[in-house]
């Protein structure tokens, strides 16, 4: 018997579709179809609300990754309403993907639970956003994912704290995490896994791995150290402009994820017998028998 839990793939979109709707379709779709993911993952930002005014009106620090003049122009750019928020919920919901999104802040937070997704994602730059958890926790019911980068392991307990608090906590699922794009291998820390399920494994619904490194490899090893939900950033061409790509997986990369997470899950298991039906043709040919 197999006592690990299934894998769970979400491939993460966040800004990857340039701003463009269709895009966007056409990557959810390619997730579905072509990769075998479970969810897709978007972003959702009020600016205005996220950034100050020194902020908003900066020039983008990379210009060559640049949507607008600003870094708030570019943001804004990149940035789907809550009604195309819903348009995509919906196309999801056509082909049978999970629909999700991260949301930045409050008002977001409030837009995107309107729209009742299974889960929302709160990024690691938030977690500490205790005004925005709270409401989630008053007002939505789905489950409620937080990553870990860039968290002291005393800001990851006051986080589980405050779900155990509001009587959220089995709802709650727990992503290692390093904030990086991308990140050296030196630096996804896999171990860190092992520590949130020895401290907080019997608190929370899962622990998860939100990984910004290349390969797959690293994936598959967080899968097996216990972290059933793996989500990965996705795009179509990494060579696209922006941030992000640069760290995402493309669909046959995302694909390969999916196959080589599944294989591993059929094959993490203990012999039923000393001998399996599979060996004992082998064993009847081959075995050494003294004389």
């Known amino acids: 018997m197999n006592d690990y839990k299934k894998p769970y793939v979400i491939a993460e ?10 895009i966007a379709k056409e990557l959810i779709k390619i997730a579905k179809i072509f990769c075998n993911a479970d969810a897709v993952k978007f972003q959702k930002r009020n600016n205005k609300e996220l950034l100050t005014e020194a902020q908003y009106n900066a020039p983008h620090p990379n210009s060559s990754n640049a949507y607008g003049e600003t870094y708030g122009a570019h943001r804004e750019f990149l940035e789907f309403d809550v009604e195309q928020h819903a348009e995509l919920k919906n196309y999801c919901e056509s082909i049978g993907i999970t629909y999700s999104t991260s949301v930045w802040d409050l008002t977001s937070a409030k837009e995107i639970a309107s729209l009742h997704p299974e889960f929302i994602k709160i990024p690691s730059a938030c977690n500490n956003n205790f005004e925005m958890l709270q409401w989630l926790c008053e007002n939505y019911r789905g489950e409620i994912h937080i990553s870990t980068g860039m968290t002291t392991k ?3 307990a006051e986080v589980v704290n405050f779900f155990i608090q509001n009587k959220r906590n089995q709802d ?3 992503y290692n995490c390093t904030s990086g794009y991308p990140v050296p291998f030196e630096d996804v820390c896999l171990l860190d896994i092992n520590l949130l399920i020895a401290n907080y494994g019997d608190k929370v619904k899962h622990i998860g791995f939100s990984g910004h490194h290349l390969g797959i490899a690293v994936d598959v090893a967080a899968y097996t150290l216990g972290a059933n939900i793996i989500e990965r950033h996705y795009t179509l061409d990494r060579t696209w402009k922006g941030t992000d790509h640069a760290a995402s997986l493309e669909p046959m990369g995302l694909r390969k994820l999916s196959r080589d997470l599944n294989a591993v899950y059929s094959a993490l298991t203990f012999k039923s017998a000393d001998v399996l039906p599979i060996e ?12």
């Not at 979109?13 to 269709?22: A, D, L, S, V």
């Open 13 to 22: 979109i966040g800004c990857n579709h340039k701003g463009e709707i269709e």
């Open 280 to 291: 004992a043709v082998q064993r009847e040919k081959l075995k050494y028998r003294k004389g």
């Open 172 to 174: 709650l699922v727990l």
């Open 154 to 156: 005393d800001e990851t």
